[in-house]
């Protein structure tokens, strides 16, 4: 029995020597993958993190984009809008000033008509005046008046607007009355009547037929061509 019982101590205590150290690597190599998992969800802890991280300055990113292009899109908006409020004042002044230019247009002609017609009665009136009766006792020429002292036209003025070959209307010309007299403007010179006209030259000479202005005898004359002959005895000024 004491033999039995020495056997069975050296056989356990040779099954716990053989245990311990398996039991001691079996712990070794649990507390290894503890460490294992905690390193590895460390990782994958930190990679989500990182992952968080580059989302959220990605979504920063987007979002100041964004703004910026917000910010553009109002800027340009708001400058469309000016250039149209410019373009739509410009526009409506422009068409202001031609509605003022049409208006003012026909105010003038309609003005037109009454200061033609004005100015006609004051030429009609002016020229019966200073019909001759009797155009022989009437009419004198400028040796009878002691000579022609006016203004002098230069020779190249007066080849190239005045003489036979340069016939003229007086219709539509300017016109005054100066101490009774009609007088008008041609080629930048003032003529003066100091005769009457022939009664025989129709009533409407002054508006219809051709004139023109000659030098004979040491002055100066109008001579009409429907009646030729017969000339009135002028003066020239400036």
């Known amino acids: 029995m004491k033999i039995i019982g020495i056997t069975s101590t050296a056989i356990l205590s040779l099954v716990l020597g053989v245990a311990a ?18 390193e590895q969800g460390g990782h994958e802890q930190a990679g989500h993190e990182q992952q968080h991280a580059q989302q959220q300055h990605a979504q920063g990113q987007q979002q100041r984009a964004q703004q910026q ?3 553009h ?12 409020d410019q373009h739509n004042q410009q526009q409506a002044q422009q068409e202001q000033r031609h ?7 026909q105010a003038r002609e309609r003005q037109q008509p009454q200061r033609g017609e004005q100015q006609q009665r004051v030429q009609q009136s002016a020229w019966q005046e200073h019909r001759s009766h009797d155009w022989q006792s009437d009419h004198r020429d400028w040796r009878q008046r002691g000579g022609y002292r006016g203004y002098r036209i230069p020779d190249d003025r007066y080849r190239g607007y005045f003489g036979p070959s340069h016939g003229f209307r007086i219709n ?10 009609p007088r008008f403007q041609y080629q930048g010179y003032w003529i003066s009547t100091v005769d009457p006209w022939p009664e025989y030259w129709g009533n409407d000479w002054y508006d219809n037929d ?4 000659n030098y004979v005898d040491n002055g100066y004359y109008l001579y009409n061509r429907r009646y030729p002959g017969e000339g009135i005895a002028i003066n020239i000024t400036l």
């Open 21 to 38: 150290p398996a039991y001691a690597q079996h712990d070794e190599q649990g507390e290894n993958q503890d460490h294992a998992k905690q």
């Open 69 to 71: 292009q917000d910010q």
């Open 73 to 84: 899109n109002q800027q340009q908006a708001q400058q469309n809008q000016r250039q149209q």
């Open 99 to 105: 509605q003022d230019q049409h208006n003012q247009q």
């Open 172 to 181: 539509g010309l300017p016109f005054l009355v100066v101490g009774g007299y």
């Open 210 to 213: 051709d004139v023109y202005v």
